[in-house]
């Protein structure tokens, strides 16, 4: 092989060392900030197929050394047998019959190793089909538990499938093909495509990130729904400022007794605004209980039972007020809040 070819084939081999890093560096940071198992795992197989590409190096000018080409195939069975292993990790520590998928096909090719340490490297096709079986049945094996995992239809799995699928042809084809530009042209293919695992491996997480980021959303949407019913229901009138005094929320009631509506009035007026006592928020400490008046939107003046509680938060304090008319002059007002429960 002259020096030209070898150096070509030494670029090819430090492009696919370089692609699979790239590959594996959103792994090991996700890796360090959540500790999910299976992403170490994939790392692991990772660098094993990073680990690969040197004595790949090293056969292209050692073209027939056995130690090399059953290296190189070591670490290729290995690094695909790991990807599968975390494969499986993705829903829970490996079972019994996971174990057993990924030992009976590692059974077999260490079995291919010994003969080819024994005898040499096959010198007819069709036992080169025979020594491939175990490779072929592993990745069949990552073929379908791509296609098992329980992500639904996503671009992640999408991509693993795909990979996976295209993994399992070109190990497929490799034993019918002669030493020729081809041959070596789907050799490098397949070396392309276990970063393409990486990636995909990548893309699945993001995905559960933000599937893990909508529920939470949802939840938390949903929540704020049941406490605002809950508020809507209660029995006085529940007013809630942030710390200068910016209504925040009210509830039904509040719409009632003051003849303003959420959307005119939350995060648009200030909590003096609605009592006649001039910079009434300026006067309350952290609690207090009080007697004011309130002015209904389109007139009438009414006397009313104040209690306030500054409630702190992680990042902010709030003022919660809860009113109720004072006596039985304001029964006209008690009529009007409880006539909201019924709207």
Partial sequence: MDSTTISYQY????????????????????????????????????????????????????????????????????????????????????????????????????????????????????????????????????????????????????????????????????????????????????????????????VLELEDANRRISDMHDRRKQSEQELQFIVDNALDVILVTDQVGLLKSWNKPAEAIFGYTAAQIVGKMHIDELFNDASLHSKLDDYAEFNSRIEHLEGGVHEVSVRMQTVAGRKESHMVFVIRPLNADNSQLAATVSASFSG
Avoid: H
């Fill in 11 to 202: 670029i090819a081999q430090f492009f696919v060392v370089v692609l699979n890093a790239v590959m594996l560096l959103p792994l090991i940071l996700n890796w360090l900030g959540n500790r999910k198992a299976y992403l170490m795992v994939f790392t692991a197989a990772g660098i094993l197929e990073i680990c690969r590409q040197i004595p790949n190096a090293y056969l292209a000018i050692y073209i027939d050394a056995l130690p090399l080409v059953m290296g190189s195939l070591f670490l290729q069975y290995v690094a695909t047998a790991v990807f599968l292993a975390g494969l499986y990790c993705i829903d829970g520590p490996l079972r019994k019959r996971e174990y057993t998928a990924v030992l009976l096909p590692s059974a077999g090719f260490l079995l291919v190793m010994a003969l080819i340490g024994i005898q040499g490297l096959p010198d007819n096709r069709s036992l080169w089909l025979i020594y491939s079986i175990p490779m072929s049945v592993l990745s069949l094996l990552l073929l379908w538990q791509a296609w098992q995992l329980r992500q639904g239809l996503s671009a992640g799995k999408i991509l693993l499938v795909a990979t996976t699928l295209a993994l399992l042809g070109l190990r497929l084809a490799v034993p019918f093909m002669e030493i020729s530009d081809l041959f070596y042209l789907l050799y490098y293919l397949e070396n392309l495509l276990f970063p393409l695992l990486l990636a995909a491996v990548t």
